[in-house]
Structures are given as structure tokens and as C-alpha cells.
T-cell receptor, first 115, second 110 residues
Framework: GAVVSQHPSWVICKSGTSVKIECRSL??????MFWYRQFPKQSLMLMAT?????????EQGVEKDKFLINHASLTLSTLTVTSAHPEDSSFYIC???????????FGPGTRLLVL | AQRVTQPEKLLSVFKGAPVELKCNYS??????LFWYVQYSRQRLQLLLR??SRESIKGFTADLNKGETSFHLKKPFAQEEDSAMYYC????????????FGKGTLLTVNP
């Protein structure tokens, strides 16, 4: 089956620093990946669609300069939280869609805590 | 804009009892509906999709366009079914974007 990994699984950083989260499709190539944010006991909120070789598409209300997305290869998308603040603390989840499938496969998530 | 509503945050049943997790949606076009499940400390995974019309782990879900519902059902719940269940909608077409409901936490008691 399709496997998606994320790194790191958790990260603690100081306010004002930037944090990069990686999302990799391990056994397939993905032209499209998605980044979600999940608050405690709440649903997944789509932040952006990551497109290989082109700019990401951000959902309404998501600051593109705050959450930088790079999809430089068919197996890797990165989300960089720039100048992180405590309110950015959350659980970030990525997903990827294998070729010829219409199903999203999810990574295990990255828990970010900004102090 | 599309919306997915899961009216129950929590649902608790006893082992062997029937279970139904409700999902209603609003979308003007032809949606594709999914159920995702998240077991404790595990990632989100697809349980079933309405197009497949299949039964997974004893669960079934039928898309009712008249009632705009996609309820998830299982006749005899098992303790290992305890998990968070999310209903999700994908708009028709090649866009893979999903809109998720808020989820229902199912607890199956022994």
C-alpha cells in the first residue's frame, strides 16, 4: 500500500524561529500533496495543496508567507512555518495521492509546539 | 461551498450492538463521499468510499442523495472499532481536495 512519512514527528521551537516539516511519499510518486492542520479534538483543516513543479494553492485565510510550501520533487513536499508563534502550535498532517488513484494517503503527522 | 456535518461528537455502544455514525453533507453538485478512521496513536486511513460500494471491517455506508446523507453502519460493533471516524466529501472532477466533518469518537464498551 501507499505509505506517506513525515519528519519530524514532533518539534519544539522558540518563538520567532522557523520550522521545516517534510512529507515524503515512500513508494510512489505524487504530483499532488496536501497539508492540513488539526487542533486538539477538532477536524482537519486543509491549509494548502502542494503541486510538484509549481506554486502551492492556499486555502482562504492561510497566509502563504507564513506557511511556505515547496514541492521540489515527486516524492517530497516541505512546509516551513516562518517566524513561528505560540498560536502556530498544532498538529500538521500531510497527504499524497498516488497515480491513477483518487484516494489521499495520510502521513502520521507532526506535532509543533512553539514556546 | 460544500459542508460536511457529523452531528455526534461522541458515540458509545456496547460490544455486539449495532452502530450508526451519521454524516450529512451539503453540495450542489455530484459529490464523492468517504469515511476515514483514526485509531488511537495511528494515522488517518481510508475506511471506505461510496463509489466502491464495499464493506470494510463489517462497515457499510450508502449515499442517500435525497437526504444528502452518508451514514456509516455496522450491525455488530467490536471493541477494536473504537476510534475517531471522519466523514469527508470530494467535489466531482479531478480535484482531490477533501472537506472533512468534525469527526465522531466511537467507543465500544465490553
Amino acid at each position: 500500500g501507499a505509505v506517506v512519512s513525515q519528519h519530524p514527528s514532533w518539534v519544539i521551537c522558540k518563538s520567532g524561529t522557523s520550522v521545516k516539516i517534510e512529507c515524503r511519499s515512500l513508494d510512489f510518486q505524487a504530483t499532488t500533496m496536501f497539508w492540513y492542520r488539526q487542533f486538539p479534538k477538532q477536524s482537519l483543516m486543509l491549509m494548502a495543496t502542494s503541486n510538484e513543479g509549481s506554486k502551492a494553492t492556499y486555502e482562504q485565510g492561510v497566509e502563504k508567507d507564513k506557511f511556505l510550501i515547496n514541492h521540489a520533487s515527486l516524492t517530497l513536499s516541505t512546509l516551513t512555518v516562518t517566524s513561528a508563534h505560540p498560536e502556530d502550535s498544532s498538529f500538521y498532517i500531510c497527504s499524497a495521492v498516488p497515480p491513477r488513484e483518487e484516494t489521499q494517503y495520510f502521513g502520521p503527522g507532526t506535532r509543533l509546539l512553539v514556546l | 461551498a460544500q459542508r460536511v456535518t457529523q452531528p455526534e461528537k461522541l458515540l458509545s455502544v456496547f460490544k455486539g450492538a449495532p452502530v450508526e455514525l451519521k454524516c450529512n453533507y451539503s453540495y450542489s453538485g455530484s459529490p464523492e463521499l468517504f469515511w476515514y478512521v483514526q485509531y488511537s496513536r495511528q494515522r488517518l486511513q481510508l475506511l471506505l468510499r461510496h463509489i466502491s460500494r464495499e464493506s470494510i471491517k463489517g462497515f457499510t455506508a450508502d449515499l442517500n442523495k435525497g437526504e444528502t446523507s452518508f451514514h456509516l453502519k455496522k450491525p455488530f460493533a467490536q471493541e477494536e472499532d473504537s476510534a475517531m471516524y471522519y466523514c469527508a466529501l470530494r467535489r466531482g472532477g479531478s480535484n482531490y481536495k477533501l472537506t472533512f466533518g468534525k469527526g465522531t469518537l466511537l467507543t465500544v464498551n465490553p
